[in-house]
């Protein structure tokens, strides 16, 4: 099994900054592109950012600029800095990661975090 924990998350003002972390545990082999989405109520979850195993980034057009991800390899982990906060980037961030369990499995499967919600005031 893989656990993906999200921490970061929070209230701020609109203009501030935050940082998100995920770090993944549990059973892998290794870790392909890993994300964050996010979703508001009523509506789909939507992509913020990826970053796949070597580094290559993409991003909404509604963060570029402002957020920046990350990842450190070794420590299974996948980091959002999130900067000029703007009232309309207030969700629940999830965190996402393409696992291979083992050097068998064909294939890798995605997993999710529990989320953590990010308000931010105007």
């Known amino acids: 099994q893989v656990h993906l924990v999200e921490v970061g998350g929070g209230l701020v003002q609109a203009g501030g900054s935050l940082r998100l972390s995920c770090a993944a545990s549990g059973t892998i082999f290794s870790i392909g592109a890993m994300g964050w989405y996010r979703q508001t109520p009523g509506k789909q979850r939507e992509l913020v950012a990826v970053i796949t195993a070597g580094g290559t980034t993409n991003y909404a057009d509604s963060v570029m600029g402002r957020f920046t991800i990350s990842r450190d390899n070794a420590k299974k982990m996948v980091l959002l800095q999130m900067n000029s906060l703007k009232a309309e980037d207030t969700a629940v961030y999830f965190c996402?990661?393409?696992?291979?369990?083992?050097?068998?499995?064909?294939?890798?499967?995605?997993?999710w975090g529990q989320g953590t919600q990010v308000t931010v005031a105007s």
């Open positions: 996402n990661a393409a696992v291979r369990t083992n050097d068998l499995a064909p294939y890798a499967t995605n997993y």
